[in-house]
Protein backbone atom coordinates (compact mmCIF):
# COMPACT_ATOMS: atom_id res chain seq x y z
CA UNK A 1 0.00 0.00 0.00
CA UNK A 2 1.24 3.73 -1.04
CA UNK A 3 1.56 5.67 1.81
CA UNK A 4 0.39 9.28 2.48
CA UNK A 5 4.37 10.60 2.71
CA UNK A 6 4.35 8.84 -1.11
CA UNK A 7 1.32 10.74 -2.27
CA UNK A 8 3.02 13.88 -1.04
CA UNK A 9 6.39 13.27 -2.79
CA UNK A 10 3.83 12.85 -5.76
CA UNK A 11 1.70 15.75 -4.99
CA UNK A 12 5.39 17.88 -5.60
CA UNK A 13 6.41 16.59 -8.50
CA UNK A 14 2.25 17.39 -9.91
CA UNK A 15 3.19 20.31 -8.88
CA UNK A 16 6.04 21.05 -10.26
CA UNK A 17 4.97 19.93 -13.51
CA UNK A 18 1.65 21.74 -13.75
CA UNK A 19 3.74 24.94 -12.95
CA UNK A 20 6.01 24.53 -16.31
CA UNK A 21 3.15 23.17 -18.49
CA UNK A 22 1.36 26.60 -17.42
CA UNK A 23 4.42 29.16 -17.19
CA UNK A 24 8.08 27.69 -17.41
CA UNK A 25 11.15 26.68 -15.45
CA UNK A 26 12.06 30.41 -14.53
CA UNK A 27 8.27 31.12 -13.30
CA UNK A 28 8.26 27.86 -11.30
CA UNK A 29 11.56 28.83 -9.73
CA UNK A 30 10.21 32.33 -8.95
CA UNK A 31 7.05 31.23 -7.25
CA UNK A 32 9.01 28.54 -5.00
CA UNK A 33 11.54 30.88 -4.50
CA UNK A 34 8.42 33.90 -3.24
CA UNK A 35 7.00 31.57 -1.22
CA UNK A 36 9.68 30.55 0.86
CA UNK A 37 11.25 33.96 1.23
CA UNK A 38 7.54 35.70 1.82
CA UNK A 39 5.68 33.07 3.66
CA UNK A 40 8.43 30.52 4.75
CA UNK A 41 6.22 27.99 2.78
CA UNK A 42 9.17 25.66 1.65
CA UNK A 43 8.36 22.85 -1.88
CA UNK A 44 9.20 20.04 0.17
CA UNK A 45 6.69 21.38 2.90
CA UNK A 46 3.87 21.17 0.21
CA UNK A 47 1.75 18.08 1.35
CA UNK A 48 1.94 18.81 5.50
CA UNK A 49 1.26 22.73 4.25
CA UNK A 50 -1.24 22.39 1.57
CA UNK A 51 -4.12 24.74 2.45
CA UNK A 52 -1.35 27.41 2.95
CA UNK A 53 0.04 27.02 -0.49
CA UNK A 54 -3.37 27.30 -1.92
CA UNK A 55 -4.42 30.20 -0.16
CA UNK A 56 -1.24 31.77 -0.81
CA UNK A 57 -1.52 30.47 -4.82
CA UNK A 58 -5.12 32.00 -4.82
CA UNK A 59 -3.53 35.56 -3.62
CA UNK A 60 -0.93 35.29 -6.66
CA UNK A 61 -3.05 33.81 -9.64
CA UNK A 62 -6.34 34.94 -8.78
CA UNK A 63 -9.08 33.61 -10.77
CA UNK A 64 -6.53 31.84 -12.73
CA UNK A 65 -5.26 29.54 -9.22
CA UNK A 66 -8.16 27.69 -10.72
CA UNK A 67 -6.58 25.83 -13.92
CA UNK A 68 -3.19 25.27 -11.38
CA UNK A 69 -5.27 23.59 -9.13
CA UNK A 70 -7.04 21.68 -11.48
CA UNK A 71 -3.75 20.71 -13.62
CA UNK A 72 -2.14 19.80 -10.27
CA UNK A 73 -5.11 17.48 -9.17
CA UNK A 74 -4.95 15.84 -12.65
CA UNK A 75 -1.39 15.24 -12.90
CA UNK A 76 -1.27 13.79 -9.26
CA UNK A 77 -4.25 11.19 -9.96
CA UNK A 78 -2.26 10.06 -13.65
CA UNK A 79 0.53 9.51 -11.16
CA UNK A 80 -1.00 8.00 -8.86
CA UNK A 81 -3.15 5.99 -12.27
CA UNK A 82 -6.28 6.89 -11.10
CA UNK A 83 -8.66 8.04 -12.93
CA UNK A 84 -9.23 11.75 -12.71
CA UNK A 85 -12.65 13.41 -12.69
CA UNK A 86 -13.10 16.92 -12.57
CA UNK A 87 -16.00 18.60 -10.67
CA UNK A 88 -16.76 22.29 -10.64
CA UNK A 89 -16.57 23.05 -7.03
CA UNK A 90 -13.67 20.98 -6.22
CA UNK A 91 -10.50 22.51 -5.03
CA UNK A 92 -6.99 21.02 -4.77
CA UNK A 93 -7.83 20.46 -1.40
CA UNK A 94 -10.56 18.44 -2.04
CA UNK A 95 -8.69 16.14 -4.45
CA UNK A 96 -5.75 15.12 -2.31
CA UNK A 97 -8.19 14.46 0.06
CA UNK A 98 -9.88 11.98 -1.84
CA UNK A 99 -6.65 10.36 -3.05
CA UNK A 100 -5.66 10.18 1.05
CA UNK A 101 -8.88 8.47 1.43
CA UNK A 102 -8.17 6.00 -1.89
CA UNK A 103 -4.85 5.25 -0.02
CA UNK A 104 -6.71 4.22 3.24
CA UNK A 105 -9.65 2.16 1.53
CA UNK A 106 -8.00 0.33 -1.49
CA UNK A 107 -8.78 -3.03 -1.64
CA UNK A 108 -7.11 -6.33 -3.62
CA UNK A 109 -9.21 -5.44 -6.48
CA UNK A 110 -8.06 -1.83 -6.27
CA UNK A 111 -4.36 -1.63 -5.60
CA UNK A 112 -2.85 1.55 -6.79
CA UNK A 113 0.04 0.76 -9.24
CA UNK A 114 2.40 3.70 -9.07
CA UNK A 115 5.92 3.87 -10.30
CA UNK A 116 8.19 6.38 -9.93
CA UNK A 117 12.14 6.71 -10.41
CA UNK A 118 14.39 6.51 -7.22
CA UNK A 119 11.58 5.33 -4.85
Known amino acids: MASIKFLERLLIEAA ?3 LLELFNGSIMKTVYGHMEES ?3 RREDMGER ?8 RELFGAGHETLEKT ?5 YAKAGWEFCEAPNLTLINYVEGAKKNLVGEGADQQIR ?6
Open 50 to 57: LGEFVKKW
Open 16 to 18: DEA
Open 114 to 119: IQVQNV
Open 39 to 41: YSL
Open 72 to 76: IARKL
